[in-house]
């Protein structure tokens, strides 16, 4: 079955460092977004992508983040200085449409950024 | 904000059916309502949607109320394995049939015991 895959699996990184994060969504969707989970906390939306541009973003993607989809496959999150509070699970999902009998998301199984 | 509310845990015997309320009393009539899950730390799966009827699936069955303020996701026999957090979104309708983004809430916890 066709898998989101996501790397790295865990990040340790120092603050004020840039981080990237990879991702590689189901080889023929269309939609990608990148979603958090603070440890503890609920799952929160961050970004939304289609045809080589941000359709939706939240409060939380703020100037510090950026995606970009380098190349046919990779979909890449970006954090160009990172604070603490930006330690969390990264998942990187992809759908092949939104209407609702295309727009299931699938997940991967997340990076997780530790920022000391 | 998440449009639903679910309990914050629930327990079930391994082999039982597992029945999750959902209440989403605000739901706009072209909106789906959509169940995930997520078990330990691993990335949220999809489980079943549906607009107004009855669905089925070979993970879940997903019932709603006729009119739309509630839902109720089963699983009819409940395995350890299905200890998990599940969430139940309503997905926002967005233009020409399109949906909005998932906007997770808190979810609730389902403990499978044997």
């Known amino acids: 079955e066709p898998e989101v895959t996501q790397t790295p699996s865990h990040q340790v990184t120092q603050m004020g460092q840039e981080v990237i994060l990879r991702c590689v969504p189901i080889s023929n969707h269309l939609y990608f977004y990148w979603y958090r989970q603070i440890l503890g906390q609920k799952v929160e939306f961050l970004v939304s992508f289609y045809n080589n541009e941000i359709s939706e973003k939240s409060e939380i993607f703020d100037d510090q983040f950026s995606v970009e989809r380098p190349d046919g496959s990779n979909f890449t999150l970006k954090i160009r200085s990172t604070k603490l509070e930006d330690s969390a699970m990264y998942f990187c999902?992809?759908?092949f449409g939104q209407g609702p009998n295309t727009g299931e998301l699938f997940f991967g199984e997340g990076s997780r950024l530790t920022v000391l | 904000d998440a449009k639903t509310t679910q309990p914050t845990s629930m327990d079930c015997a391994e082999g039982r059916a597992a029945n999750l309320p959902c209440n989403h009393s605000t739901i706009s009539g072209n909106e789906y309502v959509y169940w995930y899950r997520q078990i330990h730390s691993q990335g949220p799966q999809y489980i079943i949607h549906?607009?107004?009827n009855n669905e089925t699936n070979e993970m879940a069955s997903l019932i709603i109320t006729e009119d739309r303020k509630s839902s109720t996701l089963i699983l009819p026999h409940a395995t350890l394995r299905d200890t998990a957090v599940y969430y139940c979104?309503?997905?926002?309708?967005?233009?020409?049939?399109?949906?909005?983004?998932?906007?997770f809430g808190k979810g609730t916890k389902l403990s499978v015991k044997p």
């Open positions: 999902a992809s759908s």
């Open positions: 549906g607009l107004k």
């Open positions: 979104i309503v997905r926002v309708a967005g233009y020409g049939g399109s949906q909005g983004n998932l906007i």
